[in-house]
């Protein structure tokens, strides 16, 4: 006969949570970006547009353009971080690599293409991405730059973009943290011609491309808290271990 157990009365849990207070949704980011530069002025204008590269063409002489990038993978260095400026905006940093892999015309093996690591060698940029690429002329501001060997992408988000309100309170909370996630990665990518825009003195030919990358974000802002609930511990019904079976 199976042993009979007494089903246990309700009682009262403490449960230890991260309880989300916000949280900002920007779907189809794109995070890897020139700013555009008005025709008029020859200043920039605020705007983003996709990267501008010259790949330098293969070969000896140089004499296999691109045909395709038939491959793409975004790196994320570092987990993705956020700061609270001022109790007024969040402020995300993503700091990532890309890899391309690269089909020439006339080569049967493709080429792997690191950047911003090789930008400068095998690789040249319509604009100098070393000093930031600003969209300003909507909410959020975003700049990308690379900094170092990577590429730094920010975005300053206010608070009263995200859905939900935080207190002045839950602001000093010293468990107040966030966490971004990034989802459904994007990519696109259109090849253009070959000119002499290449790396070298003189430039070597090379293939122009425009390349842009898009992430869905997600910033969920929280803070550490107990949460009494009444309820049954699930561990009551786990089953008692059977005897071993000295025969199995």
Known sequence: MGELRTK?????????????????????????????????????????????????????AFQFPVQCVSELILSIVDCPTN???????SRISITFKVFLLVKFQGVTAPSLIVLPDDIG?????EVDL??????????????????????????????SKFDGCITKEQMSDCSLQSHVLLRCMTWDVDVDGVGNN???????????????????????????QDIFITAIPEDFFCPKPKDCDPDC
Not at 10 to 18: S, T, Y
Not at 29 to 55: A, H, S
Not at 121 to 125: F, K
Not at 204 to 223: N, Q
């Open 8 to 60: 246990p009365e309700p009682q009262q849990l403490d449960i230890f949570v991260k309880r989300i207070l916000a949280k900002y949704f920007g779907p189809n980011t794109q995070i890897l970006f020139q700013e555009g530069i008005d025709p008029r002025t020859g200043n920039p204008n605020g705007k983003k547009e996709p990267v501008v590269l010259f790949i330098d063409n293969a070969g000896d």
């Open 83 to 89: 700061t609270i400026i001022c109790n007024s905006k």
């Open 121 to 125: 060698t095998r690789v040249m940029t």
């Open 130 to 159: 070393t000093q930031p690429q600003n969209q300003s002329n909507c909410i959020p501001r975003e700049t990308l730059q690379i900094i170092g060997d990577n590429f730094v992408y920010t975005s300053d988000i206010p608070l």
């Open 198 to 224: 290449g790396t070298g003195t003189p430039p070597v030919p090379a293939t122009t491309i425009s390349l842009c990358i898009a992430e869905d974000i997600l910033d969920k802002i929280g803070i550490d």
